[in-house]
């Protein structure tokens, strides 16, 4: 029998999804895109998102706890279900990609500086591997516990930071930059996609719903308020030169004489977060194969997957490099992310009309 996950773990692993990328290059990409207005773009998008949600869960409310892969099935039968769940494999690598580079390019240079990278690599993979070995369930009860330790420590970061602020950094900006460029800022919500294949382990769509927006909104709310300190503290074109803003802006934080390296705490809540967030896609990614083609266990194709991402992951030799490759790749992958829960669902509800009016 499946583990049915609980409102408030369905949550915890959403939220984590959408504000990870926000604790590392995201802030400093928005910002080259939106200029001071950066808060302002991720505001707007976030009700953007929210409004597609809304359609995305009325699909839900009629085509029920079947996945992205079951209504492929009805769609157009067992071949069907095997090409979609390949294409949504390819697209959960490519979009989890700039955030694994990321973070051992971030803990090289924050922390192990004379640690051969192949080292830290390593690690991650072990880490991620055991997660994703452990199944959904186990995923679902850490993330519910580390959120709300997470949560905390960055709202302790941003009250800590507030003499640091400057009002005055977040203007001039530009509607144009806001609107048009910062389009791209709803990348940041585009994990919401998950949903669509975690339905199988939910209750019912009531406890989707809820889930989906209480992550998005607090999610949102929790991204919002970083880029805004962010702008807060520095003003473009600074704030265009760190590639990790948010362990920038931690290092700035001093609490008299014996507190100076705060950072500390928030490289655990980096590590942490990182570990469940790449941990929760290779699940996904091994579950999503193990219903393209009918199988049982979703383990034996841990290690295959991990190699696959992590060979996708380092491609590219340069980090620079790597990260206008991913950006570019970002802006052609999230509005997929978002149009085939739509797609499918309306396929879905198609194909079965047809079949009762028979």
Known sequence: MKYRLKSRELTSILINL????????YPRYIVERCLNGAWLSVTIYLVVTLGIFWLTQLLYLKTGKLSILSQAEVIGGKVFRIITGLFVITL????????VRAFPEAIKTALLQNTPMLIIVAILAIGV????SMGIEALGRTASVFIPIAGTFIALFYVLLLPHYEVTNIFPFSIKDVVIRGASSMSVF??????????????NINTVKKSGFTALCLGGVTGILIVLAYCFVYQYPVSARFIVPMYQLTRLVKIGTYFQRLEAIFEFVWSI???????????????????SFGLRHH????????????????????????????????????????????????????????????
Not at 18 to 25: D, E, P, R
Not at 92 to 99: D, K
Not at 129 to 132: E, H, I
Not at 308 to 327: C, D, G, K, P, Q
Request: aromatic share 16%.
């Open 129 to 132: 591997a055991f997660g994703a």
């Open 273 to 291: 977060s990182i570990l469940i967030y790449t941990s929760i896609y290779l699940f996904i990614m091994c579950d999503t194969f193990k219903q």
């Open 190 to 203: 585009a994990d919401i996609f998950v949903l669509s294949l975690l339905l199988q382990y939910t209750d």
């Open 92 to 99: 959960l690598m490519l979009n989890i990609a700039p955030m």
């Open 18 to 25: 959408i504000v990870v990328k926000m604790l590392f290059t």
């Open 299 to 358: 383990k034996p194709f841990v290690f295959p997957l991990l190699i696959i991402l992590l060979r996708l992951v380092f491609w590219e030799e340069s980090y620079t490099e790597a990260l206008r490759s991913n950006y570019v790749n970002s802006a052609v992958i999230y509005p997929i992310l978002y149009i085939l829960p739509l797609l499918y669902g309306i396929l879905y509800i198609t194909k079965t009309k047809r079949s009762e009016k028979r």
